[in-house]
């Protein structure tokens, strides 16, 4: 059974919602939307304190060329436009609109009705893609209508869409697969389309077997579509190990890409949004979201609006459990803690984590013991305790020369560590310097011409 072919690790699944149908959270009183829910440039608001909107009305607009629209995911009344502490306590730039009812825009197609046909031209469906402010849903967040727009000289040979949700807890992807299973073969034929690519494959690791049969008999009517079961290996749903494991193609080090390789990657949800987009005419104001923990009373699936708050989505999962606990947005490998349960939920939130007991705690830090676990479970072929080292001493150009910015922070170095050492938060630390380092450089290359 495929694979990539280096690192990686088999944390427990603890997919304790597998079996779990979506449900629609009820409506929130007011939420909160942040201008910024992608990669790049943040929108602009084009609404202002009591202004009235209706739901999937463009409330705030992409600026430049990495840059996303945003659409009202509730009716009501805008009632601030300014700064909100986000999950990390970090005040940024949010809409607060106070829900009235739940009155759609004219336009929007939200019938459970299946529209097979799409005879547009890839234009227009890049055209369609970014008016709906489609982002990665997988939690990138990168524009998806910037994703799909080939270079020039360059050609797309596979369009890989990523079923794998290999981070522990989490099954939002798992459930969407089961649920809307025909809306996603017509959206990845709609992509195909875009791309004008003629083959697709729809990766999902073997422990989602009703995932893997169900798509694999509808994918039979659907011509260039096939299904790729993978062996269960964390981190599977990374996009260059995906594209390995399924094209044995290797993605370049940055700023090496995917089309670099001929391949693009899109995540299960963010297909569904395109159909959504192309078919509905619906533009990106809700998302399913996990709601799980082992020490929560209902691990959930929850159909959720933009900007609802996390609080909400805990107490529909019956409420923070007591004692020590840590809430991650995110699963355990990859997620980020929450230190303001009243932010909002946003377009890259594929899960809440709440991590109660022992697992809240990390262990004691210890002297690094040159086992050299974390070089050998890393998948991008790095030297964790090394990076990590270079970060803390502040090393900034060396941490640049041994390719930190190739790190895809994965958190494998950090769960096979025996010594406890927090290399993720290090490395993270690492990367973010470096990046800057390069952005000002390039900065600096550019004023001297």
């Not at 943040?42 to 009235?52: I, L």
Request: include cysteine.
């Amino acid at each position: 059974m495929k694979t990539f072919p280096k690192g990686g690790v088999h944390p427990s699944d603890n997919k304790l919602s597998r079996a779990q149908a979506v449900e629609a959270l009820p409506l929130p009183e007011s939420v909160n939307v942040p201008l910024s829910q992608h990669i790049g440039a943040p929108a602009v608001a084009r609404v202002a304190k009591g202004d009235t909107v209706k739901v999937g009305q463009l409330i705030a607009e992409a600026v430049g060329f990495m840059s996303a629209d945003i659409h009202a995911p509730v009716s009501g009344v805008v009632t601030a436009v300014d700064l909100q502490p986000n999950g990390q306590g970090i005040r940024q730039p949010m809409i607060t609109i106070r829900r009235e009812g739940d009155e759609w825009a004219e336009g929007i197609d939200r019938s459970k009705e299946l529209v097979r046909e799409c005879a547009l031209a890839p234009s227009e469906i890049l055209a369609r893609i970014k008016r709906a402010g489609i982002v990665g849903m997988g939690g990138a967040a990168f524009p998806t209508h910037i994703k799909l727009s080939v270079p020039a000289g360059r050609r797309v040979e596979w369009l890989i869409i990523n079923g794998v949700e290999c981070e522990p807890y989490l099954t939002s992807d798992h459930r969407s697969m089961l649920e809307r299973s025909e809306e996603l073969l017509v959206g990845i034929t709609i992509l195909m389309r875009a791309l004008g690519v003629g083959r697709a494959a729809v990766g999902i690791e073997n422990n989602k077997p009703d995932a893997i049969a169900r798509l694999g008999e509808l994918a039979a009517a659907y011509p260039g579509i096939r299904i790729v079961p993978l062996r269960v290996r964390y981190p599977q749903g990374g996009e260059k190990q995906l594209i390995a494991a399924v094209t044995g193609r290797e993605v370049p080090p940055p700023p090496g890409l995917p089309i670099d390789v001929g391949a693009v990657v899109c995540n299960v949800s963010t297909t569904l949004a395109v159909y959504d987009a192309v078919q509905k005419n619906k533009p990106l104001v809700e998302r399913v979201v996990t709601v799980t923990g082992r020490q929560l009373r209902e691990p959930k699936n929850l159909l959720v609006r933009f900007g609802t708050p996390v609080s909400a989505l805990i107490e529909a999962a019956g409420g923070l459990p007591e004692g020590e606990v840590r809430v991650l947005n995110g699963g355990p490998m990859m997620g980020r803690a929450v230190c303001n349960l009243a932010s909002p939920v946003v377009k890259g939130c594929s899960g809440i984590t709440v991590l109660g007991g022992a697992e809240a705690r990390r262990g004691a830090e210890s002297v690094c013991i040159k086992c050299a676990k974390c070089v050998g479970a890393c998948p991008m072929g790095l030297e964790p305790y090394l990076l990590s080292k270079l970060a803390r001493r502040q090393l900034w150009e060396r941490l640049e020369g041994e390719w930190v910015t190739n790190c895809i922070e994965c958190g494998c170095c950090q769960f096979t560590c025996p010594a406890n050492i927090p290399l993720l938060d290090y490395i993270r630390l690492g990367k973010q310097r470096v990046g800057a380092l390069v952005r000002a450089r390039a900065a600096a290359n550019t004023t001297k011409k």
